[in-house]
């Protein structure tokens, strides 16, 4: 479509929702506002109760870690802001979060307290508020998460002395649930009435009462029409109410400022001194703003930054409104509210509250819910590849296992180390990421996890880690190099440290170093498996020499000899080829007799199934075969010769297919390629190679 043929009307109304289902803008009596309940009762919910319900109708998976069952709860995915803010790898901090919401949404207590986030900088504490924030407000453009609120009105203008001069409409300045306004004894009857022909998981319940303004018109709007509560509800409008935090409508967000500068007014609102004039006096509850961030949160979430740097004079109010869902406006009654308080704080900032005899109060109303760092490596990589890939670079390509190190590096560093004698950190790590390692169970990585009680905790942050991964980049780029590998990110990740604004402690730094080593080591081993692989990537020679290995075992464990393929004679089972290739599996001359034992047993139970033996299926095996093949063949392919400029041509050739293999198998470019096969020609050259 050109744009000459553009039509602007018809591209907004295709994104309107204008449906009767759906519609935003719908206006009522109140006596239509109760059959709307009535169809759908869950439309009075609590904050808690409607928090809890959008989280989990986004829907959930559930598996086990460690055998433990694990619910995963989809709403964190992000899918409808496109994954911008995805939390990974927290799967278990945010089951406890939303268990808390559930038991909020119950009644069990949880609904009196403040939700406290804890842990380390850069632990997604704010993107999981943030989340919450925004799903809550999108939830309320939902049919199923309609809400709604009242305003008062006075058509023809004969009420002026109870809404004011040239006041018609005089909106309910906290967008209360409009049921608040039936009297407190026929509430739990009406909510029975609600209730009937609906499966419910809560009871349902309307609690509170309503703010001072609405109060003070409620009030002589009864004593004008002597009691008659029929002719106090024609003069309210029930309407749609959507939820926003750019326009201040049931969200809310506090951060604490300089303490000479806060002021409680900020949470619980202020006189309206311009309107003072209009009604009176400061007293007048219509010449108050209920515009302070519990105000404004009221039917939603409240969000408090670093909660813990409040001053302890407005800890009152946090305590009260947590406890008792009231807060106190200055000169007037305590007022009801209906919102989830959740804060969130680092490590030095919590430890500072649990030293305070003073904040005992506050520590008591507080349900705590660590989000560490990850500690599982796949997770960790998430985080930056969704960052860092190249679709997204320009004039430069990330090598393959860049983002890898980094990442493992931050998990090392969060890592306490293991109790075990013979358990490496790096094991650690292995074994958290799912990867199976000898004579270590499912058992022990449970145990593992609980010994170490501040795991996450401490450690590296994934800014960091971006923030070094970003220097790389840009290196590259101005020097033109093409392609970002991991030795330049550990280099960067290494220099960092010498600044590194939270880490003062020398011997941490250096604790840091080893471990950046040992991910430089890691590294190398795998780059080097590679190209081993690389060379070995012959299905038909490996199958050979794994058919030569299961001849002579089978000729050893049935004392028969081997039929020479050249000679044609008969022969002892060739004790050194089986012994090159059990030593590539760490298999002791003691365990040799069991280990092929074990084998020609397999192959026996196989052939009875009519299935046939393929190395693959043992990934111990195939391993040291393809070790075994590239020690026969690494002189003849000459790779040393990369690290000079003479080479002929067949090795050219030879070196040529590696690095084809390399790009089309492990993922590299051709930069990149020719740099890994540089770095391990010269590793090769020294002798250093692992047979493992």
């Known amino acids: 479509m050109s744009s000459k043929n553009f039509d602007f009307k018809g591209f907004v109304k295709g994104f309107q929702d204008n449906s009767s289902e759906n519609d935003l803008t719908w206006y009522g009596t109140f006596e239509d506002y109760i059959e709307l309940v009535k169809e759908n009762?869950?439309?009075?919910?609590?904050?808690?109760?409607?928090?809890?319900?959008?989280?989990?109708?986004?829907?959930?998976?559930?598996?086990?870690?460690?055998?433990?069952?694990?619910?995963?709860?989809?709403?964190?995915?992000?899918?409808?802001?496109?994954?911008?803010?995805?939390?990974?790898?927290?799967?278990?901090?945010?089951?406890?979060?939303?268990?808390?919401?559930?038991?909020?949404?119950?009644?069990?207590?949880?609904?009196?307290?403040?939700?406290?986030?804890?842990?380390?900088?850069g632990s997604a504490k704010s993107t999981i508020c943030r989340m919450l924030k925004r799903g809550i407000e999108d939830y309320s453009k939902t049919p199923q998460g309609a809400m709604y609120t009242y305003e008062w009105i006075d058509e023809d203008g004969r009420f002026e002395d109870i809404f004011g001069k040239d006041v018609r409409v005089f909106p309910s300045p906290m967008h209360e649930e409009p049921l608040l306004l039936v009297p407190e004894g026929m509430r739990n009857a009406l909510c029975e009435e609600f209730s009937k022909g609906h499966a419910l998981e809560y009871k349902l319940k309307i609690e509170g009462e309503i703010c001072p303004p609405s109060r003070f018109i409620f009030s002589k709007l009864m004593e004008h029409y002597k009691n008659d509560l029929n002719q106090v509800l024609n003069h309210v409008r029930v309407k749609r109410l959507v939820l926003n935090e750019a326009d201040r409508i049931g969200i809310g967000t506090f951060q604490p400022k300089d303490e000479k500068n806060q002021d409680s007014t900020e949470l619980t609102g202020d006189i309206n001194y311009r309107k003072i004039a209009q009604y009176g006096s400061d007293s007048d509850p219509r010449a108050f703003n209920f515009d302070g961030e519990f105000n404004i949160a009221n039917r939603g979430l409240i969000e408090f930054v670093e909660v813990l740097k409040l001053d302890v004079a407005f800890l009152y109010d946090l305590l009260g409104a947590s406890q008792e869902h009231r807060i106190k406006p200055k000169k007037f009654a305590q007022t009801h509210i209906d919102e989830v308080i959740i804060g969130h704080t680092n490590e030095p900032e919590y430890r500072r509250l649990q030293d305070n005899e003073f904040m005992e109060a506050l520590r008591d109303r507080t349900v705590k819910i660590d989000i560490p760092y990850i500690t599982k490596l796949n997770n960790e990589v998430k985080i930056y590849k969704k960052d860092f890939n190249n679709k997204r670079l320009k004039g430069v390509s990330i090598a393959p296992h860049t983002i890898e190190m980094a990442a493992m590096w931050a998990i090392l560093t969060r890592l306490e180390k293991p109790k075990k004698a013979n358990l490496t950190r790096l094991q650690k790590l292995k074994l958290y990421n799912g990867k199976a390692l000898p004579n270590f169970t499912e058992d022990d990585v449970k145990e593992l996890r609980k010994e170490a009680k501040r795991e996450g905790l401490d450690g590296i942050s994934p800014r960091y880690i971006q923030e070094k991964i970003s220097n790389a980049i840009v290196?590259?780029?101005?020097?033109?190099?093409?392609?970002?590998?991991?030795?330049?990110?550990?280099?960067?990740?290494?220099?960092?440290?010498?600044?590194?604004?939270?880490?003062?402690?020398?011997?941490?730094?250096?604790?840091?170093?080893?471990?950046?080593?040992?991910?430089?080591?890691?590294?190398?081993?795998?780059?080097?498996?590679?190209?081993?692989?690389?060379?070995?990537?012959?299905?038909?020679?490996?199958?050979?020499?794994?058919?030569?290995?299961?001849?002579?075992?089978?000729?050893?464990?049935?004392?028969?000899?081997v039929k020479n393929p050249f000679t044609g004679e008969y022969e002892q089972p060739d004790e050194r080829l089986m012994r090159s290739i059990e030593e590539k599996m760490e298999i002791s001359e003691?365990?040799?007799?069991?280990?092929?034992?074990?084998?020609?047993?397999?192959?026996?139970?196989?052939?009875?199934?009519?299935?046939?033996?393929?190395?693959?299926?043992?990934?111990?095996?195939?391993?040291?075969?393809?070790?075994?093949?590239?020690?026969?063949?690494?002189?003849?392919?000459?790779?040393?010769?990369?690290?000079?400029?003479?080479?002929?041509?067949?090795?050219?050739?030879?070196?040529?297919?590696?690095?084809?293999?390399?790009?089309?198998?492990?993922?590299?470019?051709?930069?990149?390629?020719?740099?890994?096969?540089?770095?391990?020609?010269?590793?090769?050259?020294?002798?250093?190679?692992?047979e493992s």
């Open 475 to 561: 290196l590259a780029q101005q020097s033109n190099k093409g392609s970002v590998n991991p030795f330049m990110v550990i280099n960067e990740l290494g220099s960092g440290l010498k600044n590194h604004s939270l880490i003062s402690n020398e011997e941490t730094k250096s604790e840091y170093r080893e471990l950046l080593s040992v991910v430089r080591q890691e590294y190398e081993e795998i780059i080097k498996s590679e190209v081993q692989r690389a060379i070995c990537t012959d299905s038909a020679q490996l199958a050979r020499l794994c058919s030569n290995y299961i001849d002579n075992i089978k000729a050893y464990t049935q004392k028969e000899k």
């Open 590 to 690: 003691a365990q040799k007799d069991d280990t092929r034992r074990e084998i020609m047993n397999y192959i026996g139970a196989l052939s009875l199934e009519g299935k046939s033996f393929d190395y693959k299926s043992n990934e111990r095996l195939q391993k040291a075969l393809e070790l075994k093949l590239f020690e026969d063949s690494k002189d003849s392919m000459k790779l040393t010769s990369l690290v000079t400029t003479a080479t002929d041509e067949d090795t050219k050739n030879k070196i040529k297919t590696i690095k084809s293999r390399l790009i089309n198998d492990f993922g590299y470019d051709e930069i990149s390629a020719e740099g890994v096969l540089r770095h391990v020609s010269g590793i090769f050259a020294r002798g250093d190679v692992k």
């Open 41 to 121: 009762p869950k439309t009075i919910r609590n904050a808690f109760q409607r928090l809890y319900d959008m989280i989990v109708e986004h829907g959930t998976e559930t598996y086990k870690d460690a055998k433990k069952d694990i619910i995963r709860y989809k709403f964190f995915d992000d899918i409808q802001s496109g994954g911008k803010d995805t939390v990974f790898g927290l799967d278990v901090p945010l089951m406890k979060l939303v268990n808390v919401f559930r038991s909020a949404a119950l009644g069990y207590g949880t609904e009196k307290r403040v939700i406290l986030l804890h842990g380390p900088v």
